[in-house]
């Protein structure tokens, strides 16, 4: 406990340093202003994108139809940057109805900019449901941004309806442009994004597989974080083809061996932990695992090359991996079988091992056929089927649950909708001064994020960039004096430039976008210099507007730690309960219903993580106290992992004897009321001490229960034995949990202030 108290002492002591004031906050972002992130660079995807933006230029130019190509080369523009954002696995038909979209929102946005009031309604009203959609999912949040800014964008070209209908005809054939390229120069790569995580993941797991105990929970949050990006991937596309099929059954292999990894480290630990520690047993365990990681290491690089790749490595002899871990499984059998040493524990070992080969060897299997699945090994794995109805309830119910001023997302929708209303409402002022006042909403847009950091950030960088790309257009403009064939070859190298570096550095996306944005209208513009002026102007109003309007009713993120914090105690005792409840009723198939709360506590301690991320880069004017806020992460952590322990070691099919049954009844009984206590603690601004009594006695009942079964060397001796530390563990933590909450009316502001 004391060791845990120092590790959590340094976690908040450097949580404490790293607060900042707004002089601190201003400097941080104009550092990231000026940050390049180099691996980040889109170099396939921008050469895809600049190609569709020329070719309609290109064609104008030689067909004299100048304002077409510049419209549909502004449809393809619109549609790459937005899907920038869509991870490259988005389902077909997500890309497509984003076309749609965007050709939808510039019919309207081309009839509404008639009519004087309705573009304000109608702009405030979409940009709240685009901007409320990101609860439900990010590619259906896309398709509702996608619309949004054609709007923005076309409503300042505004037609009688039949002109309308043609103009949007051509925007979206920019965007079905930009998709066709997308899609036809890069088959390869549909399935690259999923093998690209899995292959992370599977390499995660096999650093986790080497780790020592002195680097393991550092291990482990990198397993997890690969973990929750692979399963993003995953179900968001929901692939049903074979080798969607074969790579999600890889996933969920890949997570099986992730509970495994967690039990034969406990089982390692506890074997040292032996009064009579056999070097001999340990060293094998040892050597086992070693093996293990260069066999997962070789799955990972498996999974992201190439048929000939592959060929080769099998040629040299790479996948025999396998055989090695098997001989060293047969010479620990044949040294337990000739030892005097105690037995159990070690037999227990052997028994995960062994079941670790037989999942390696599955994993294997699909690695090698991933291409080509057999149907036969398909037919083993169970993949998530979601029918239409159920997805639209759940979608309902996402959104009913977050139609309240305590969600993050629909304070977020409501200042996007406001914001952009008067930015619309800014620029049809009679007699306003500034054209092209379309770049005032969209960089508002472009800059208004849910957090503080973020919009910061991006104000500070799209300032930084714009002014650049001002300076640098102007310089272009003046000194080139350019034909329109040379404007074309400008606009071409802007745009690679801007989509290679969206990832990059925002800064220079913006200073690039900026050149591309003042060339493209000069080709059907005159007088060029006055549009570079009207982009500074309106880059800086729409940037103030935007940092005012959160500033003005800003979403600090401490304010949504407590109910974050909420969420992870209730999918942890969620977590738990599923996973008992497999102990308790082995009889009964509990492994939907434990996968869906891993799922869920997955998630809440993810929304936690970011959220106190996000607290420390807030300025410390706030006076936000985060000591006891990490501590209580830490400890929630360490529940969950005694969870995914327990998890992991009903794989083996554990059957607990009756009498120990009902002592772990009880047990669970105890935590659950007290993980229930806590949430309610934690969930109201009442201090209350949480009493352990009940537990404490729980678990000495559940601890003489084993031990009475260890006295009379029954079979499940072992498998009680686990059970009951990790049990220990989790009392113990609940223990130091209860010890960090706030115990007065003034603590208890500190922390939920």
């Not at 049903?240 to 790579?247: I, Y």
């Not at 003034?746 to 922390?751: C, G, N, P, T, W």
């Amino acid at each position: 406990m004391q060791e845990y108290r120092s590790h959590n002492r340094r976690n908040t002591s450097s949580l404490q340093a790293s607060r900042r004031s707004w002089f601190e906050a201003f400097t941080l972002s104009w550092r990231a202003a000026l940050r390049m992130n180099m691996p980040q660079a889109m170099v396939l995807k921008a050469l895809r994108g600049a190609a569709g933006i020329v070719l309609p230029l290109a064609m104008g130019l030689a067909t004299g139809h100048m304002v077409e190509g510049a419209t549909v080369a502004g449809g393809t523009v619109l549609w790459t940057v937005m899907n920038m954002t869509n991870p490259n696995h988005a389902r077909l038909r997500v890309l497509f109805l984003s076309c749609v979209s965007m050709g939808v929102g510039a019919f309207i946005g081309s009839v509404i900019g008639t009519l004087p009031i309705l573009p304000i309604v109608v702009v405030g009203a979409v940009a709240f449901v685009a901007g409320l959609l990101v609860v439900v999912s990010l590619s259906v949040a896309m398709i509702g941004m996608q619309s949004l800014v054609a709007i923005l964008f076309l409503q300042s070209f505004a037609r009688d309806p039949l002109h309308a209908f043609f103009q949007a005809a051509l925007v979206f054939a920019g965007a079905l442009l930009a998709f066709l390229l997308e899609m036809l120069l890069s088959p390869w790569r549909r399935t690259g994004a999923e093998r690209k995580m899995l292959s992370l993941f599977f390499k995660r797991l096999a650093e986790m597989a080497g780790a020592t105990d002195d680097n393991l929970e550092m291990h482990n949050k990198m397993v997890r974080a690969a973990l929750v990006q692979s399963q993003a991937i995953l179900l968001d596309r929901d692939d049903h083809r074979p080798r969607g099929r074969a790579l999600f059954a890889l996933y969920g292999e890949a997570e099986r061996m992730r509970l495994l990894l967690i039990v034969l480290h406990r089982l390692r630990q506890e074997l040292r932990e032996t009064p009579s520690e056999s070097k001999e047993g340990i060293a094998a365990l040892e050597q086992l695992l070693q093996e293990l990681s260069r066999k997962l290491q070789s799955v990972s690089q498996h999974l992201i090359l190439g048929p000939g790749a592959l060929r080769r490595e099998e040629e040299a002899g790479q996948l025999r991996s396998n055989e090695n871990i098997e001989m060293i499984f047969s010479q620990a059998q044949q040294w337990q079988a000739t030892s005097s040493e105690p037995q159990a524990l070690f037999q227990n070992i052997l028994a995960y091992v062994q079941r670790v080969i037989r999942l390696l060897n599955r994993i294997e299997c699909l690695t090698q056929t991933w291409r080509y699945p057999d149907p036969v090994v398909l037919a083993e794995y169970t993949l998530h089927h979601h029918s239409a109805w159920a997805e639209f309830y759940n979608v309902q119910a996402i959104l009913r649950a977050n139609f309240t001023f305590r969600s993050t997302a629909f304070r977020h929708a409501i200042r996007l909708g406001v914001t952009l209303a008067l930015t619309i409402a800014l620029y049809h002022l009679p007699g306003w001064p500034i054209g092209r006042g379309y770049w005032i909403s969209f960089t508002a847009f472009a800059i208004l994020k849910p957090d503080f950091n973020t919009t910061l950030t991006r104000s500070v960088s799209r300032l930084v960039g714009t002014l650049g790309g001002v300076i640098l257009a102007t310089v272009l403009l003046v000194t080139l004096k350019p034909t329109p064939e040379m404007l074309v070859l400008i606009v071409a190298i802007a745009a690679y430039i801007t989509l290679a570096s969206f990832f990059v550095n925002y800064a220079l996306y913006s200073a690039s976008i900026t050149i591309a944005a003042v060339c493209l209208l000069a080709l059907v513009t005159p007088h060029p210099l006055t549009n570079v002026f009207d982009r500074a102007i309106d880059t800086l109003i729409g940037g103030a507007l935007a940092f005012g309007m959160f500033l003005i009713w800003p979403t600090w993120e401490h304010m949504q730690l407590s109910p974050n914090m909420v969420a992870r105690v209730e999918t942890l005792r969620k977590h738990f309960l599923a996973v008992m409840e497999a102990y308790i009723q082995p009889d009964t198939s509990h492994i939907e219903r434990v996968a869906s709360r891993h799922r869920e506590a997955r998630l809440a301690y993810s929304n936690v993580e970011a959220s106190l991320e996000r607290i420390t880069h807030e300025p410390s004017a706030l006076h936000f106290n985060t000591v006891r806020a990490q501590g209580l992460l830490e400890a929630f952590n360490s529940i969950s992992l005694n969870i995914l322990a327990l998890e992991g070691y009903q794989l083996n099919d554990v059957v607990l004897p009756s009498a120990m049954q009902d002592q772990l009844r009880f047990f669970v009984k105890e935590v659950d009321t007290t993980l229930q206590r806590l949430s309610q603690t934690l969930a109201t601004a009442q201090p209350e001490t949480i009493s352990c009594a009940g537990l404490d006695a729980a678990l000495h009942a559940l601890t003489e229960s084993e031990t009475s079964a260890r006295s009379s060397q029954e079979p499940s001796a072992a498998e009680q034995s686990f059970l009951v530390k990790e049990a220990e563990q989790i009392v113990r933590t609940i223990d130091i949990i209860s010890q960090l909450l706030p115990t007065d009316d003034l603590e208890r502001e500190a922390v939920t202030a």
